[in-house]
Structure formats: C-alpha cells, structure tokens
T-cell receptor, first 112, second 114 residues
Framework: QKEVEQNSGPLSVPEGAIASLNCTYS??????FFWYRQYSGKSPELIMF????GDKEDGRFTAQLNKASQYVSLLIRDSQPSDSATYLC????????????FGKGTKLSVIP | GAVVSQHPSWVICKSGTSVKIECRSL??????MFWYRQFPKQSLMLMAT?????????EQGVEKDKFLINHASLTLSTLTVTSAHPEDSSFYIC??????????FGPGTRLTVT
C-alpha cells in the first residue's frame, strides 16, 4: 500500500525564519510530488509541484526532491504569520493514474 | 492555477433526506475528478474517482449506493449523499486538474445532517 509520511507537528518557527517541512513516500514508481497548504476550515490550495530531482523555487517557497531517498521537502523562507497552516504532501500513484496519495499533513505555526 | 468550484458551500439537511453537491471545472475540461471527505482535525480521505462517461470508482469502505456520483460532462461531477445521517456530516471536497497530475481543489461543501 502506498504511503506518504509527514511529521504531524506542530512545527513552530519565529517570524522571518526558514520553515522546513519533510515528507517521505513508499512508492518508487511515483513521478510527481505536490505540496498543498490548508488553512483551518478551508480546502487545500496547491502551492508547489516538482517532478525532477533537485530544487524548484517559487518566490519564498522551495521544493526539494530526492527520488533515491524517496524524500521531498518544502522550505519556506522569511516565514510570515500568514503561512501558519497545515501543509499536505501528495504523491501521484504512478502508472498514468491521476490519483494522489496524501500525507496526514504538518501543522506549521509562525510566531510573530 | 486552474479553478474548481463547488456548490453549495454549506448545507444543513434532516436525517433521511438526500443532498446533491456539484463540482465544476471552470476553465478546463476534466475527464477525471476526485471526491474527498475530511472530518475535523483529520486528513483528507479519498472517497471515489469520478470518470466522465463511465462509472465512478469507489475506495474500499465507501458505499456506492449511498454516495452516488455522476460525471455527466467534462466540466461537471455531482455527489449525492442519499438518506443522509448525522455521521455523514463532514467537509466534502472535490478536486480536478487540467493536466496529467496537477489537482486543484474546490472550496469544499460543509454538510451538517440534523
């Protein structure tokens, strides 16, 4: 069974610091990796996706992928209180499936 | 990013009645849409995969006769909760994507069954 593991947190960082969120996955056939942000009471919002090994940067967000280690991470630079949310890691099911497997999420709190 | 809408955003119904939730892709066509359920402080749970023009695929433990899914067009999927009971009260969210893997979520529908 495909699994996506995340530290549930909460992860607390001071405002302006770098927040580092980690995710491991079990299926070596997975090709696409996603990070979603979910505010309390709201639906998830796609913030980053990465397909290739290495880093992908978008504004204050950097996704890092290491397929050999089956590890994907999200760095948030200059963290803001508005970044406080639950971050969900998602991995595709491979074999042409559109279905994603989600981790349980890491709750991030940015302290002003 | 792509836009997915849901209607209604919230609904209250009496036990034993049925509720229909709509999911629309506004600026792209989606042959596949997904329906999730999320209970408070819990993670997303995939309920079913909605396929345009064919039967939905349900996850293990999800009653297909209770949660009816119809994907009648490339931009619309509906989830009908039949004979709703208080334990069906939850946050129902659909997702769809314009590409092979990117999935965008609708804003969700909060269902309360009294």
């Amino acid at each position: 069974q495909k699994e996506v593991e995340q530290n549930s947190g909460p992860l607390s960082v001071p405002e302006g610091a770098i927040a580092s969120l980690n995710c491991t996955y079990s299926d070596r056939g997975s090709q696409s990796f996603f990070w979603y942000r979910q505010y309390s009471g709201k639906s998830p919002e796609l913030i980053m996706f990465i397909y290739s090994n290495g880093d992908k940067e978008d504004g204050r967000f950097t996704a890092q992928l290491n397929k050999a280690s089956q590890y994907v991470s999200l760095l948030i630079r200059d963290s803001q209180p508005s970044d406080s949310a639950t971050y969900l890691c998602a991995v595709d099911s491979g074999a042409g499936s559109y279905q994603l497997t989600f981790g349980k999420g890491t709750k991030l709190s940015v302290i002003p | 990013g792509a836009v997915v809408s849901q209607h209604p955003s919230w609904v209250i119904c009496k036990s034993g009645t049925s509720v229909k939730i709509e999911c629309r892709s506004l600026d792209f066509q989606a042959t596949t849409m997904f329906w999730y359920r999320q209970f408070p402080k819990q993670s997303l749970m995939l309920m079913a995969t909605s396929n345009e023009g064919s039967k939905a695929t349900y996850e293990q433990g999800v009653e297909k006769d209770k949660f009816l899914i119809n994907h009648a067009s490339l931009t619309l999927s509906t989830l009908t909760v039949t004979s709703a009971h208080p334990e069906d009260s939850s946050f129902y969210i659909c997702s769809a994507g314009p590409g092979a893997y990117e999935q965008y979520f609708g804003p969700g529908t909060r269902l309360t069954v009294t």
